[in-house]
């Protein structure tokens, strides 16, 4: 049957209860549609706001289909999760309310340290820092306790109600059914707002400690507790290692704790309590406050971080001179609303808009603002600084720089700007560009940038790029073995002979990453006009045909010698061994820049094609075990970066209709397809799982972030208008769009003809209307001519030009 068409559009305000129960609605609706045999109907649905439509859950469940999660997890671990957070925060928010129910302290690690996991049943916390996606590293915990509490890491569990639990953007609440205690999270860009509704007690508990390095606490009077954690305890100490935080009523008696896990006894070690006493410093050290409360008594708790106490203290009471826990929690709403307002989509399913603004949300988890202008922080230095701008953290290159930076790009110019800078004196203060894994990929932010418009000074940060590019010494590993002799060798690790090859130097995954940096750094280089520097950065981007073997058509490992590594098998996920997190399969793909080169690798267009079709249709069926490899469709992977570009190769080997066809797939299959509807596949990694959804259900991609091409794919939705920075707006309209009428037959870019299943930045930065008439089945003509095909480095002449050096921007701030 046809699927309910609607209209999502901005509109006044809402009271809690009414969006409460519209979300109710909506959770009905959406669990319907995964019921065996019912199908979306027909009946018009109320037009609900975006930042409505969006539900922090999503992202925070696994995929449970046997034939999406391989051969995952490894005996005695978990299905990986999206790792999103449900918590409560602004847009890159320096700070998160958030639920904690992994108690990390007393688990094994299968991955990053994520707070929450939707499936498990019992809530030990709640956090008033850290990041939204690793908040697992957030300090200090919170937890509501009524009647007897335990002294961490054995944290008072509670029960908590799945059917009262709500997540929406800038808020959360869950009801703890343990101990008949509602909690509600709300933000602001650096505070954190609790609000406890406790029931009749003299024993009302709040529990508040620091993790297992611990530090020390201090309780204040009868409002306050702070404390200050241990040098080096997390790795998320740029905005200080102080807390303060204030209640709005006073306890009624107080102690302190520590867990001493450090020594012999029984259990994990001993404890160390005391009433009435006001400071400790050890593992764990924290405090108890305990309230005299009646039923429904609301107990407000207000919690930031700073350099210091007085730093601490003066940030809280600027974001929260009071308690008014709806006025923070509707500021925190509204700017979310004012983002997710820029991408108004028409048609779907309640389940597809909800999956859309979801990943939409969940895209924004990073980068984090670290300080907003005026305010302290640690700097990369580990010096104490003002911030002069609104500073950022570090952008998760390996990840977001592959996708969202671009579609921070479009839609938050000025943020991006301010990142662009942040990144920029980050290397001041290192020396060297923020790099990540096996890639460096800093330059593909800086170049994206540049390309769509957006103001800097490009030619300061260029001898940073640089530096990372040619300094051996710098974060580009084994860079004087790429620079010796084009490719990076590989060895068996010692002591870990059969897949998946845990450790290693995953040298010819990163021979690849390094020839598409180096093609982003050639047409920076020519960009300023340095051509010396273009000609040798260019000649590098080559380098990934160094170590793809011709005789079996794979990208493939090399001993020092040069020798190619025997055995090798394809299929198998070799996690840092030749390959980074990825088979041979997924790895193939690795060449956004030179996709025209790759056919010509693999033998030409036609073969390509038969090997892209052979990716595609492979069963997944290695021995070795890639935790975060689910989300299968034969041999690709959704759920890790490396492969998440390749359903859109087909534009450049002229059968765009099967772009279209698997990028549907995706969407409908690889997200929300569990039994909860909120399952990822394999991790998001700060919104880069959450990028491709979003970008995709809106019917474009960008292959190369560097470039200024978007690839078409197959829109999710009738309609979708895009207000991009420059208050200009793209449309995207999907005329005859339904779930079987997937494919492209025609197309028009403004009124006239578009035969390209591609668009460049140029086409829409001052606005555009695509209009893609849809069909039942594939228009083979239609964008698959060799002159249809998005640009390589290979179809690009060596010689060219140097841009005038007035297209270099001045910087945005002075």
């Known amino acids: 049957m046809k699927a309910d068409r609607v209209v999502t559009r901005p509109r006044s305000r809402h009271a809690d209860a009414a969006r409460r129960a519209r979300q109710c609605c909506i959770a009905a609706m959406t669990m319907l549609t995964l019921l065996p045999g019912v199908h979306a109907q027909t009946t018009a649905v109320a037009a609900r706001d975006p930042v409505d439509e969006a539900n922090p859950l999503v992202g925070t469940a696994p995929l449970d289909r046997p034939d999406l999660i391989g051969n995952a997890p490894p005996p005695g671990e978990p299905v990986y999760s999206g790792i999103t957070s449900a918590g409560a925060r602004f847009p890159h928010s320096a700070t998160e309310a958030a639920p904690v129910n992994v108690n990390l302290e007393l688990s094994y690690p299968n991955g990053v340290p994520a707070p929450y996991n939707y499936p498990n ?10 990041g939204p996606s690793y908040g697992g590293r957030a300090q200090p915990m919170i937890m509501p306790v009524v009647g007897d509490w335990t002294v961490p890491p054995a944290y008072s569990q509670s029960y908590y109600d799945k059917a009262r639990e709500i997540a929406s953007p800038g808020y959360y609440s869950v009801y703890l059914n343990t101990f008949r205690t509602a909690v509600e999270l709300t933000a602001t860009r650096s505070a954190t707002l609790m609000q406890f509704t406790f029931p009749a007690s003299e024993r009302s508990n709040l529990i508040v400690n620091l993790r297992r390095a611990g530090g020390a606490v201090e309780i204040v009077g009868d ?111 509204a700017a979310w609303a004012s983002l997710l307002d820029k991408a108004q989509v028409t048609g779907g399913t309640a389940k597809q808009r909800m999956l859309f603004y979801s ?29 002069t701008y609104d500073r950022y953290g570090p952008v998760p290159f390996w990840d977001t720089g592959r996708n969202q930076i671009v579609l921070m790009e479009l839609l938050e110019p000025d943020v991006i700007a301010n990142v662009m800078r942040s990144e920029l004196d980050m290397a001041r203060e290192r020396g060297y560009m923020n790099t ?27 001898d940073y790029l640089r530096r990372n590019a040619t300094d051996p010494k710098g974060p580009r590993g084994y860079l004087a073995e790429y ?31 390094y020839a598409w940096d180096d093609a982003a750094m050639a047409e920076f280089a ?57 088979s041979g399969w997924s790895t193939l793909w690795l060449v956004p820049h030179d996709v025209a080169g790759l056919e010509t690798l693999l033998g030409g267009r036609a073969k390509f094609n038969v090997k892209l079709d052979r990716f595609f249709a492979t ?38 209709w099967k ?35 979003a970008m995709s259900a809106m019917g474009f991609y960008p292959v190369d972030p560097s470039s200024d091409v978007y690839v078409l794919g197959s829109p999710g939705f009738d309609d979708v208008k895009l207000k991009l920075g420059t208050g200009r707006t793209l449309e995207i309209t999907a005329l005859n769009n339904s779930p079987t009428n997937m494919y492209i037959q025609s197309a028009t870019m403004n009124g006239r003809p578009w035969t390209r299943p591609w668009f460049r930045h140029a086409d829409i930065k001052d606005g555009a209307t695509l209009v893609l008439r849809m069909g039942p089945t594939p228009n083979t003509a239609w964008g698959s001519e060799i002159r249809d095909a998005p640009p390589s480095v290979s179809s690009v002449s060596p010689a060219l030009p140097n841009p005038r050096r007035a297209e270099i921007r001045t910087p945005a701030h002075p």
């Open 659 to 693: 772009t279209q066809a698997i990028t549907r797939r995706i969407l409908d299959t690889l997200y929300g397809s569990d039994a909860s509807g909120y399952g990822y596949p394999g991790m998001d990694d700060q919104g880069a799982t959450s990028s491709w959804y």
């Open 223 to 333: 409002r306050m507790i702070r404390g200050v954690s241990a040098a080096d305890s997390d790795r998320e100490q740029d905005r200080g290692r102080y807390f303060v935080a204030e209640f709005s009523t006073p306890f009624a008696r107080f102690g302190t704790f520590q867990g001493r896990v450090d020594r012999k006894g029984w259990g994990i070690g001993e404890a160390d309590v005391a009433a009435s006493r006001r400071s400790i410093t050890g593992a764990f050290a924290g405090g108890y406050l305990t309230f005299t409360t009646k039923a429904g008594d609301k107990i407000l708790m207000r919690i930031a971080h700073g350099t210091s106490y007085a730093d601490a203290a003066a940030r809280l009471h600027h974001e929260l001179p009071d308690w008014n826990f709806a006025r923070v929690h509707e500021a925190a709403r």
């Open 619 to 656: 069963p997944y069926t290695p021995k070795g075990i890639c935790r975060d490899c689910t989300g299968m469709i034969g041999q690709y992977v959704q759920g890790n970066q490396p492969d998440q570009h390749a359903p859109y190769l087909y534009a450049w080997s002229g059968q765009p």
């Open 526 to 582: 020519d960009r300023l006009g340095k051509s010396a520097d273009a000609a040798l950065f260019r000649q590098r981007s080559l380098n990934y045909r160094n170590v793809f073997d011709r005789s079996i058509g794979f990208v493939r490992g090399r001993t020092a010698d040069g020798k190619w590594i025997a055995p090798f098998d394809p299929q198998e996920p070799y996690y840092n061994f030749m390959m980074k997190e990825a």
């Open 121 to 130: 049943p019992t809530m030990i916390g709640f956090t008033g820092g850290g």
């Open 483 to 513: 620079q010796r002799q084009g490719w990076i060798a590989d060895e068996i690790p010692a002591g870990n002979p059969s897949p998946p090859y845990a450790g290693g130097k995953a040298g010819a995954a990163t021979t690849l990453e």
């Open 359 to 387: 990943t939409l949300f969940q895209s924004f988890a990073s980068p984090r603002l670290i300080a907003a202008k005026g305010e302290s922080f640690t700097d990369a230095s580990g010096r104490i600084q003002t911030a």
């Open 436 to 462: 990540s894994f096996h890639g460096d990929n800093a330059v593909f932010l800086y170049l994206g940038a540049w390309k769509r418009g957006i103001p800097f000074d490009y030619a300061a940060v260029y």
